[in-house]
């Protein structure tokens, strides 16, 4: 049992912070319930995510564990990070946690990493304290899910069916023809470099359907 257990320990080695080994509804194995719940949330709201992705700054690829963001959300350069021991008990864990969180924010800082930080606190909320750090963190509101994806919920798309096309969910339906809609950048006008919902059928159609951000 010791050599299995041994074994074991080399193979799945076990979690770095107090947690419980937990599945995400993307069937991928996380370190605690609150980095489920934090990806569960990710992936109900369309927004397409790498689990542990390491940091890459150019041509510089950091492999440190330190350097390993708990999620990473490709569609907009973001690291989320959970903080989950910022206030565990322990007096000397939480200190030494506490200098490699210190640590860990000098250099995504320093590299200009937008980073969102989520702490226990904020699981009680998260949709709201998203929300506003993901405005902070890029300067633009996060796309609320589309009309589309609740109507195809209802339809009863099962959710690997759903999981499979993240990005074609976070995008919305073009109110005049009901196709899909693209992200798109003024070029002209008083609106000239915001980002908007554009008809994806435009210019083929001529169809004039946009969402503004
Ligand atoms: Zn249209």
Known sequence: M?????ILTTIFPP??????????IRAEQV????????????????????YERPIEVGIWIFNEELCKPDFYLPDYDVYVEYWGMKDVEEGYKRREYRSKMAWKMKQYERYDVKLISIYPDNLKNLDWIFHKRFAEVTGRELPRKSGRTMKEGINGRDSSQAQNDNREQASPVCPKCGSKMVMRRAKHGSN???????????????CPGIINI
């Open 192 to 206: 000239a470099g915001k980002s908007f919902w554009g008809c994806s059928q435009w210019p083929k159609t001529k």
């Open 31 to 50: 370190k605690s319930h609150a980095e489920q719940k934090i990806a569960d949330f990710l992936s109900r709201n369309g927004i397409r995510y790498e």
């Open 2 to 6: 010791g050599l299995l257990n041994d």
């Open 15 to 24: 979690p770095k912070q107090y947690g419980t080994l937990s599945v995400t």
